[in-house]
């Protein structure tokens, strides 16, 4: 069951060295990718042949390479992790890709989040507005038993769904408003979800959006785009959550 | 040699932990805040200690080589973690859980270190639900429970397949908390490259700040290892890219003794390796074997035939299949321990019967149970796996066996510790997966996490305590000291000759052969020969890198081939040194199997007489041969018995 060889593929890769600098696309050729490697891998082998030609290879970030820690961006072919869904750039694997294709890789594409080196971004930002609140706030130690707080299967399950942001950023880069909505909301939601989380629900869901805002990501108008190129499926009824969480904190000031 | 302390309390087993912790001395609210503490590292041990000690007073600084804590390897961790809660009523204890871990680790670790372990683990649980760890619940509101390989009772917590994702978003939520109270100084993007020794004493590290090279001192009173285990030595393993061991193998350049640097942990059900283009090795959960069983061809013609891809599985009569570890382990069957899975796997793999293209893997078949138990309720406990599988390899686990075969998953070994989880620097500490103890020879599956978080949230902050008691004379530490300032240039004139080489070789050659040494000679099964084979072939690898390696790009800027050039650099030495520790231990134990001590069967013997030690390795300087010191490990409450699984 061997997997096939693609003979040859055009990668048109942004290329900027530095964030000063103006980036530019710039496209090689590359050839022999097994369709069962992964489209990190053809990066590296793409990479591998870079170097060999005294070149600077292609910087992107990357780390667990199975879909989890959130590391791996990219913006292929005009989609927030390729083309497929429910996955990460990482988990992407070459036969979606046909002989002779050209792939146009970029970089995350938001103000909130500067190109550092080629593919890499700055997300920062991301860890600013976890710093506002995305918090309970309890010290280690001097805590009841764990069943002492009871939580029924369908919140606990819900909470589970809004936990498994991995804080890529795709949402963000996918919205045309470059808006961090969805990943604010999937912390601000499960915490509120869950009775520990419940009493500090409204003042974290202000200080999560009024970080968020100051940071120049945009407002929410409800496009949808982030839910489906999340590669988590975070649903957009999280963003509602957030909203009412959000009108009820400002009505009570 | 040097004399070994490891601060063990006198007492009885179960009281030796708080008579340490009424022994030890603690340190004033108000002269913790004038007391600095670095931590490398966020993942569970790290993100859990830097809050703790955050929120305990100190000033905390704490790096990690991510853009965020939150992308540490422990978010991969997908099982579960383990306490002895009981909260199943089925006579779980401390002790059982003790027992479990000291005998799964194959009798190769202190039993005041797993004791503690045991007794801490029930509020790890605590501590994790108070901070919105969404774990599995049962209708009724409670906690759930699951049971996992080689104990009988059902004491493991998750959160779906998600459970590291969780209890490392949880960390790190306390950890944000300190960040925005500014207790904590988070580094992202930096690199530890050494630590710095002054006078005695852990006061320091040097980093490079991986965006613009920058190659920076730290001061601080004490230095808490956090960073992860050296799986990656091995090239091909289910760590992350990035792990490293390079940290832990800085410190053991400054004199910390490397523990038991040969004990790593081989995973059987893994995703097989689809060419020489692969970057990395997927897991698949243990949990599958419950319902899977493992099989191979019994005819070597069908075996050639599956490997030519002229036949497929669904080809191979009933009768023709070969159910070797139900056929080898009848009480067991498929639910043998990790490293006997593994080692079985590679038997029928090396006498020619493996099932895919290269003759490395061996299905994992779903059939049986789907025949017994109906597609649906598979489809319920392992959908997101098998989706998972489908998306890797494009062969649906429903109508085709999965194929599998084992990879390296986890280092028992790391930096030597005592009690306190101090090495034998003083000032430096090492917790986590980055240090030696708890797991001897083989770690039974859910206790990594448990054993980070325990080092973390509620054995270092109380340790740490006892050494900075006695600093809090010691003014703020002077980076400008000679030793930093040293440490520093080394670090530089490293960097630059790495860069200098101009080879012909990118470093991913390089660590690609070190994974052949290391997978052939130093993997699943180990002999006198092909050990040294390894040590002098590794040997020759160094010569080969420090003349012909190619680091491109620029000094100053984000280059991560400078960075991987550092790690295989050092993973080449650690190499070495596994093999090493390996050669000297010539007893079968846990995952570490050497030919020449196995029963008629083929089974690991273990040898107590002679190798019940960790063994404490010492560097002596470059080139130079290390030297082994022993600690003696010495067993009161449990019996020291045979592993069988027939
Ligand atoms: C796929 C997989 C599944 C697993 N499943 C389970 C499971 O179900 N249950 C279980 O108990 N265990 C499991 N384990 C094991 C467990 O996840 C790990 O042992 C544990 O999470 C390690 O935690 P840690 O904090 O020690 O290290 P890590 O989480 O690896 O963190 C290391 C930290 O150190 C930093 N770092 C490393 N080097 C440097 C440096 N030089 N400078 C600065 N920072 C540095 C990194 O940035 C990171 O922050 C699994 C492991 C894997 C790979
Ligand atoms: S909400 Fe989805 S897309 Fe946005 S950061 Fe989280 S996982 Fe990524
Ligand atoms: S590399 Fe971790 S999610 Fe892609």
């Known amino acids: ?253 | 040699m040097s004399k070994i302390e490891n601060k063990i309390p006198q007492g009885p087993l179960a009281e030796k932990w708080s008579k340490h912790k009424s022994d030890i001395k603690v340190v004033s609210p108000a002269n913790k805040r004038k007391l600095d503490v670095i931590v490398v590292g966020t993942g569970l041990a790290g993100a859990s200690a830097a809050a703790s000690l955050g929120e305990l007073g100190y000033n905390v600084k704490a790096f990690c080589y991510q853009d965020s804590p939150r992308r540490a390897h422990s978010i991969a961790a997908q099982g579960g973690i383990n306490a002895a809660k009981n909260y199943q009523n089925d006579n779980d204890s401390v002790f059982r859980l003790f027992h479990d871990t000291i005998k799964g680790g194959d009798y190769r670790s202190r039993e005041a270190n797993v004791y503690r372990l045991a007794e801490v683990s029930p509020l790890i649980i605590d501590q994790c639900v108070a901070q919105g760890v969404p774990f599995a619940r049962e209708y009724g509101g409670t906690l759930a429970n699951r049971s996992f390989g080689g104990v009988l009772v059902s004491r493991t917590f998750y959160a779906r397949g998600q459970t590291g994702q969780q209890l490392l978003l949880g960390a790190y939520s306390a950890l944000n908390r300190q960040i925005a109270k500014g207790s904590v100084k988070m580094y992202t993007r930096h690199e530890m490259l050494d630590v710095v020794v002054k006078d005695g004493k852990a006061r320091g590290i040097v980093t490079r700040d991986m965006v613009t090279g920058d190659v920076k001192s730290h001061g601080a009173h004490a230095v808490v290892v956090a960073t992860g285990g050296y799986g990656n030595v091995f090239f091909l393993s289910t760590n992350a890219m990035g792990c490293n061991g390079s940290a832990a193998w800085q410190c053991y350049k400054k004199g910390a003794w490397f523990g038991n640097p040969c004990f790593v942990q081989i995973h059987p059900t893994c995703i097989p390796v689809h060419g020489d283009q692969q970057s990395k090795l997927t897991l698949m959960s243990e949990s599958l074997r419950n319902d899977g069983r493992v099989w191979v061809p019994k005819k070597k013609e069908d075996a050639e035939k599956l490997q030519k891809g002229e036949i497929g599985p669904n080809d191979i009569p009933e009768e023709d299949r070969d159910f070797y570890l139900e056929r080898r382990y009848p009480s067991y069957g498929n639910l043998v321990p990790r490293d006997v899975a593994s080692r079985a796997a590679k038997e029928r793999c090396d006498a020619g019967f493996g099932v895919n293209n290269t003759g490395k893997a061996v299905y994992l078949d779903f059939k049986y149970s789907i025949e017994r138990l109906g597609i649906d309720v598979i489809k319920a406990r392992y959908g997101n796996l098998f989706q998972m599988y489908e998306k890797i390899t494009d062969t649906d686990p429903y109508k085709e066996p999965m194929m599998i075969y084992p990879a390296i998953h986890y280092s028992m070994g790391g930096l030597w510790v005592d009690y306190n989880l101090m090495t034998n620097i003083p000032g430096l500490y090492a917790i986590g997966e980055a240090n030696f103890s708890d797991h001897g020879a083989n770690r039974l599956g859910a206790s990594a996490l448990m054993q980070g978080l325990a080092d973390g949230y509620f054995v270092l902050p109380y340790t740490i305590g006892d050494y900075l008691a006695d600093e809090i004379m010691t003014p703020k530490i002077d980076t400008d000291a000679p030793e930093f300032k040293e440490a520093e240039k080394a670090v530089t004139g490293r960097l630059e000759k790495l860069f200098n080489i101009k080879g012909t070789k990118p470093v991913d050659y390089f660590h690609k052969q070190l994974g052949h040494y290391m997978w052939d000679y130093v993997g699943m099964s180990r002999n006198a020969e092909g050990l040294q084979k390894a040590i002098d072939g590794i040997k020759k690898l160094k010569e080969e890198f420090w003349k012909d390696v190619l680091v491109p790009g620029e000094m100053n800027n984000l280059n991560p081939e400078l960075e991987k050039a550092g790690r295989v650099a050092d993973a080449i030495e650690m190499g070495i040194l596994m093999a090493q520790d390996a050669l000297d231990r010539n007893e079968s134990c846990g995952g570490h199997f050497r030919d020449e001590s196995a029963t008629d069967e083929g089974e690991a013997k273990r040898d107590d007489k002679n190798y019940t030690y960790v063994s404490c390795w010492e560097h002596k300087g470059e080139d130079k041969d290390p030297v082994l010191n022993k600690e003696d490990l010495v067993f009161e409450n449990v019996k020291l018995t045979q592993r069988s699984y027939k």
């Not at chain 1, 090689?28 to 990479?47: A, K």
């Not at chain 1, 080629?118 to 309970?136: C, K, N, S």
């Not at chain 1, 409800?222 to 988590?232: D, I, S």
């Open chain 1, 1 to 253: 069951m061997a997997d096939k060889i693609l003979n040859k593929l055009y990668i048109k890769v942004w290329r900027q060295n530095s964030p000063k600098e103006k980036g530019r696309f710039e496209t090689y050729e590359i050839e022999d990718i097994s369709q069962g490697s992964s489209f990190l891998e053809m990066l590296d082998i793409l990479n591998d042949k870079l170097i060999r030609d005294g070149k600077d290879p292609i910087a992107f970030d990357h780390d667990c390479r199975e879909g989890i820690c959130g590391m791996c961006s990219l913006y292929i072919n005009g989609r927030a992790h390729g083309p497929d869904r429910e996955i990460t750039t990482c988990q992407l694997h070459m036969r979606k890709f046909n002989e002779g294709d050209t792939i146009t890789i970029e970089p995350w594409r938001a103000g909130s989040f500067p190109v550092i080196k080629d593919l890499i971004v700055d997300r920062t930002a991301f860890e600013q507005i976890q710093h506002a609140g995305g918090f309970v706030s309890v010290n280690t130690g001097g805590i009841p038993d764990g069943n002492a707080i009871p939580i029924g299967y369908d919140d606990a399950e819900e909470a589970m769904d809004a936990a498994s942001c991995i804080g890529c950023g795709a949402c963000v880069a996918t919205c045309k408003n470059s808006s961090a909505m969805l990943f604010v909301a999937a912390k601000v939601s499960q915490l509120a979800k869950l009775p520990q989380g419940k009493v500090e629900a409204k003042r974290r869901a202000r200080n999560m959006v009024a970080k968020m805002d100051e940071l120049g990501f945009g407002g929410c108008t409800n496009t949808g785009a982030c839910e489906l190129e999340c590669p988590k499926s975070i649903s957009i009824s999280h963003i509602a959550r957030l909203n009412r969480e959000y009108l009820t904190a400002k009505f009570s000031e």
